[in-house]
Each structure stands twice: as C-alpha cells, then as structure tokens.
C-alpha cells in the first residue's frame, strides 16, 4: 500500500506562483510514475503534469505548459509542482497521483494511488 499526501495550497492572486508537494510513503518503489491531476467544481478530474522514475521524461497539459514544472526527488519520495503566473481557470483541487508504469498516462484510471488533494483558489 502507498500513502500519498499533498501540501502547499493556497489562496493566491493571479500572477502569483505557488508550489506543491507530494510526500509518497508505504510500498513505494523506484520505477513508477507520478502526477499531477486537478478538479475544479463541476469539470472532470483533468491532467496537469507527469515524470517518470528517472526524470527524464516529463509530461504537460497545453494549458500549462511554460507555467508549470514538475520535479521529484527519490532519494526522498517527494514530487513537487512549481506552478508560476497563475491564472483564475487554475483554481481546483489538486491531486497527486502514483502508477506503477515506466510511462506517463493522462487518464486518471491509470493511477494506481491517489492523495486526498489540496485546494489551490486563484483570484482575479
């Protein structure tokens, strides 16, 4: 079993940059891969960024890309978001998610382990 918990959200003006971060604990191992989803009121839980095990490979949604950067740390089971020039439409929960895969999927049925969420409001 993998235990993933997420911190770091905020209340935050548009234009403002924030960063999260996931701690894995449990049953983890090295060769999986981890990301980030969103949820925003009424939409679907959407993709935002992956990064495989070794960090050589990562993943964005368009709508993010060039704002967002993903990194992790294995020596200490941490995957972080740096999220820079927020905007309003990027207000949601944010999730952290955990698939024991070598590749980034962006369908969240894929993910094997989740975290509880962290809401992140942007205001105009």
């Known amino acids: 079993q993998v235990q993933l918990v997420e911190s770091g959200g905020g209340l935050v003006q548009a234009g403002d940059s924030l960063r999260l971060s996931c701690a894995a604990s449990?049953?983890?191992?090295?060769?999986?891969?981890m990301a980030w989803f969103r949820q925003a009121p009424g939409k679907e839980r959407e993709f935002v960024a992956g990064?495989?095990?070794?960090?050589?490979?990562?993943f964005y949604a368009d709508s993010v890309k060039g704002r967002f950067t993903i990194s992790r740390d294995n020596a200490k089971n941490t995957v972080d978001l740096q999220m820079n020039a927020l905007k309003p439409e990027d207000t949601a929960v944010y999730y952290c998610?955990?698939?024991?895969?070598?590749?980034?999927?962006?369908?969240?049925?894929?993910?094997?382990?989740w975290g509880q969420g962290t809401q992140v409001t942007v205001s105009s």
């Open positions: 990064i495989t095990w070794n960090s050589r490979r990562l």
């Open positions: 449990g049953r983890t191992d090295t060769f999986y891969v």
């Open positions: 998610a955990l698939d024991r895969s070598v590749s980034i999927a962006t369908m969240s049925k894929e993910y094997d382990y």
